[in-house]
RNA sequence: UGGGGUAUCGCCAAGCGGUAAGGCAUCAGCUUUUGGUGCUGACAUUCGGGGGUUCGAAUCCCUCUACCCCAUCCA
């Protein structure tokens, strides 16, 4: 299990404490229209993952309710990357396209109780009549029709009597809703079409969010979820499974943001753009972020689920660095792959002094992974070394072969640079070496010569070519537009690489690291013995790389904007009147004055507990700050509490029998159950502890607890005040007097 | 413009009135026969801005700002 709570787990967590629900149900509804794409792993990731760690289960269902864009291609896609990711729906593979007859039932239910009815209004006509965002919408006459008539004409829309587009099935809900998603969403529409599992049963078909919602009830899901877009639709999820008294448990709908990952694009429109653009070689080109694409480039599933669970859950849009998704498959691969040697740009030297041929015996991990394996490397006498590997005039800092330095083949012996050969260009062609007989790797190496750095080799006569596909990323761009922003350098082949020997010959595995450039992966598709092909999975961290590249200039850091307030709505008459009467009269200070005048609830509200207890500063910080959050979302009738115990409670501060601190719990507690203040703080013992004689022997005891934070607290860190306050206040439940606690600790603290 | 959301380090992200978690990235140092890995350390006096309430505010209240979603017979 994740060890970080995110907050649907929260979520799930408080409805299985609750007994909401016995077992958590989620699922996974996509529509197969599509091929899935990193994104979807994340959702695949959060549903299956919570119905994991919960023990419930989650379902995988084809959301199939537009026959006119789905194909069982993308049913197998779907299938494919769930199981990839290591998944299992059991028996769970659902279609809402099972549930059209039950979804069906519900409707004609709908319409029998005047809920739904058949309108005819055209396509343009309904986008009229449904208003604008800030204008309210008006309802089709078609509204009016009996539920006779409208029974007659659903059943003939199911029969096929009409065209598409004649008419369509619509909740009667509010033509002027706020919210635009309830101004009579359509139920269900005519498709004279084959759908690609039902056949021709149907000319209807439900749209999504008559669908979705039952098609979660029908499964028994507890916790149906999806992402942000989706949050108006909730209203009417809830609208349908309410309107149908459906019985508990039934579904909520929960929404998370969508993943988006820079310098690629996520939408289902773009991909298909590119693919069908031919900008990339299939829907799994390996630079694509396709479940397939990454599968072809060699990503593990491991490190895809592992970085849908560093990037956690949350409801703010985001865009994640692609350096986060690379860091989880180095980390993984790092941990399980073989090392072997390869050389991309072939740079020939000839040792001189070397004759005849060996096999060295190399393991294929490192010290630092501890597996077992190992294959034996052919060296002789002309090798083939990484062309950047040698610099004639080497920058500062430079650890590899050079004319005045040595540099070891890895695994094999120490050689140094004698002669240049270059050709007419001026382009370097060979290196004459010596090798040092007695610096063979290993504790072999009796030759005292220090070397800065090992390269990778291979043996002239034994290396194998290969062909290796490099991969950057596909736009240039950090947030692509479009195709204008495609990567021109995002591919590079190279045909003509060379590898050691074993990798074709042994196989000890389909991934590798090519050490020091990276890890590659035969490819699943292009890759045969003879002419073997490697997709770059990914490349090793390079910092020396980083650092002879462009020294980039550091963005200064700007110089923080300057927020210009907006303006703030002017006062009315009256608004102003009690402002002033606040302000003066009262003695408020404006702010709180400001918002009192500004909300007649609240004015109402801080008369009225006036008239109780006059203390009119203390009241009104309590009714601008605790009242006000009460009544954000209801009316003054339907408080709990009214405004006398409001100020009684004020009393009790005032009096000092509670602290501050306690009247918000009280005031809490009051405003669930309306029960009398006085009588809360009987009940539970809330009056304020004041005796520095109670108080001292706690914040001794504490002191003593945290060596640490009273070093550090002596040493300036004087915010840990705070901390230990925190701490007395715990241990006594609250009660102790804050003010009194303060004191006496700064001065327990300051004291030895 | 009405409604619904969201703002915490360069990028993700915990936090729910009492010491600003963690990961990525970055920068140092050590280790290293991969300029990889590993280890150690540095990296938010401050949580979109401004006020207010409180002994104490990222957390509660007011207000402003920015961004996202909604006016498909798509999902």
Redesign the pocket.
């Known amino acids: 299990m994740s060890k970080?709570?995110?907050?649907l787990r929260?979520v799930v967590e408080n409805d299985l404490q609750s007994g909401k629900y016995k077992e958590i149900v989620t699922r996974f509804?996509?529509?197969p229209?599509g091929f899935p794409h990193i994104g979807h792993a994340k959702s695949i990731s959060i549903n299956f993952g919570i119905a994991r760690d919960y023990h419930g289960h989650c379902n995988l269902r084809m959301?199939?309710?537009?026959p006119?864009?789905e194909d069982t291609k993308y049913v197998a896609a779907l299938e494919n990357a769930v199981k990839w990711l290591g998944f299992d729906w059991g028996e769970d593979l659902y279609f809402?396209s099972d549930y059209f007859s039950q979804i069906h039932a519900y409707a004609i239910k709908l319409i029998k109780m005047g809920k739904a009815y058949v309108?005819s209004?055209?396509?343009e006509?309904?986008?009229e009549y449904?208003?604008?965002?800030?204008e309210a919408g008006k309802r089709s006459k078609y509204a009016n029709r009996t539920v006779e008539e409208n029974l007659d004409l659903f059943e003939r829309m199911k029969n096929g009597e009409f065209s598409?587009?004649?008419?369509?099935l619509r909740a009667k809900i509010d033509m002027s809703a706020?919210?635009?998603?309830m101004r009579d969403p359509?139920l269900y529409?005519?498709?004279n079409v084959n759908h690609f599992r039902a056949g021709n049963e149907w000319a209807i078909?439900?749209?999504?969010?008559f669908?979705?919602c039952l098609s979660d009830y029908i499964e028994g899901v507890s916790h149906s979820i999806c992402t942000?877009?989706?949050?108006?639709?909730?209203d009417i999820y809830n609208w349908v499974l309410d309107t149908l008294e459906l019985q508990p448990p039934r579904p909520y709908q929960y929404?998370f943001?969508r993943l988006?990952i820079?310098y690629t694009v996520m939408s289902k429109r773009k991909l298909l753009e590119l693919v069908e653009g031919n900008y990339v070689s299939g829907w799994d080109d390996p630079r694509l972020p396709t479940i397939a694409g990454y599968k072809r480039r060699g990503y593990t599933p491991e490190s895809i689920l592992t970085f849908c669970d560093?990037?956690?859950?949350?409801?703010?849009?985001?865009?994640?660095?692609v350096?986060?998704l690379?860091?989880?498959i180095?980390?993984d691969l790092?941990?399980k792959v073989p090392?072997v040697m390869c050389v991309l740009d072939p740079l020939k030297v000839t040792i001189e002094n070397y004759e005849g041929f060996e096999e060295i015996d190399a393991p294929y991990?490192?010290?630092?992974?501890p597996k077992d394996g190992s294959r034996k490397l052919p060296f002789s006498k002309e090798i083939f070394i990484q062309r950047d590997d040698f610099e004639e005039n080497?920058p500062k800092?430079?650890?590899?072969l050079t004319p005045n330095q040595a540099v070891?083949?890895?695994?094999?012996y120490i050689i140094s640079c004698k002669e240049i050969i270059k050709d007419e260009n001026g382009k370097i062609i060979e290196i004459k070496a010596e090798y040092y007989p007695d610096?063979?790797?290993?504790s072999?190496?009796t030759s005292g010569v220090k070397?800065?750095?090992?390269?990778?080799w291979v043996s002239a006569t034994d290396a194998k070519e290969v062909e290796i596909r490099l991969y950057d990323r596909l736009f240039k761009n950090e947030i692509p537009e479009g195709i204008e922003d495609l990567n021109p350098d995002s591919l590079k082949i190279i045909k003509n690489a060379l590898v050691e020997p074993a990798i074709v010959k042994e196989k000890p595995d389909e991934r590798f690291?090519f050490?020091?450039?990276g890890y590659f992966y035969t490819d699943p598709i292009d890759y045969s013995d003879d002419t073997p092909v490697f997709n770059q999975i990914v490349g090793?961290?390079?910092?020396?790389?980083?650092?002879t590249k462009e020294k980039k200039v550091q963005p200064k850091?700007q110089a923080?904007q300057?927020?210009?307030?907006?303006?703030?709505?002017a006062m009315s008459k009256e608004e102003e009147a009690l402002f002033d009467k606040y302000t003066k009269e009262l003695q408020l200070?404006?702010?709180?004055a400001?918002?009192l005048a500004?909300?007649k609830k609240l004015s109402d509200f801080f008369e009225e507990a006036l008239m109780e207890y006059n203390n009119p500063?203390?009241i009104a910080?309590?009714v601008?700050?605790?009242v006000?959050?009460e009544?954000?979302q209801k009316e003054l009738t339907d408080l709990k509490f009214i405004p006398q115990q409001v100020a009684q409670l004020v009393k009790m501060i005032d009096d000092e029998t509670i602290?501050?601190?306690i009247a918000?719990d009280v005031f809490e507690t009051m405003s669930k159950s309306g029960e009398e203040p006085k009588q809360i703080v009987d009940s539970r013992g809330l009056l304020q502890i004041s005796d520095p004689d109670i108080i001292a022997p706690i914040i001794e005891d504490i002191i003593v607890k945290?060596p640490?934070?009273v070093e550090?607290f002596r040493a300036g860190?004087?915010?840990?005040?705070?901390?230990?306050?925190?701490?007395v206040?715990?241990e006594t439940g609250?009660k102790a007097n804050?003010?009194v606690?303060?004191e006496l600790v700064a001065k327990k603290l300051s004291e030895k």
């Open positions: 970080k709570k995110d907050f929260t509804p996509p529509e229209n959301d199939d309710t537009n006119t864009k809402t309108d209004l055209t396509e006509q309904i986008r449904r208003g604008t965002v800030t598409d587009g004649e008419h369509v706020a919210n635009m998603k359509l529409r005519i498709r078909y439900p749209m999504y969010d669908a979705h942000l877009e989706f949050e108006n639709n909730r929404e943001a988006n820079n560093q990037i956690g859950i949350a409801k703010a849009n985001s865009m994640v660095d350096a986060q690379e860091f989880c180095r980390d790092n941990k090392r991990y490192p010290h630092d992974v080497p800092g430079y650890f590899r070891r083949l890895r695994h094999a610096s063979k790797s290993g072999a190496d070397v800065k750095s090992a390269i990778q690291q050490e020091r450039i090793l961290k390079d910092s020396w790389g980083k650092k850091a923080k300057v927020q210009i307030d907006g303006e703030v709505v200070n404006s702010e709180v400001n918002t500004r909300d500063v203390n910080n309590i601008t700050n605790e006000a959050r009544l954000k602290s501050t601190k918000k945290n640490d934070n550090k860190n004087k915010k840990l005040l705070g901390f230990f306050v925190g701490q206040l715990k609250g804050p003010k606690v303060n």
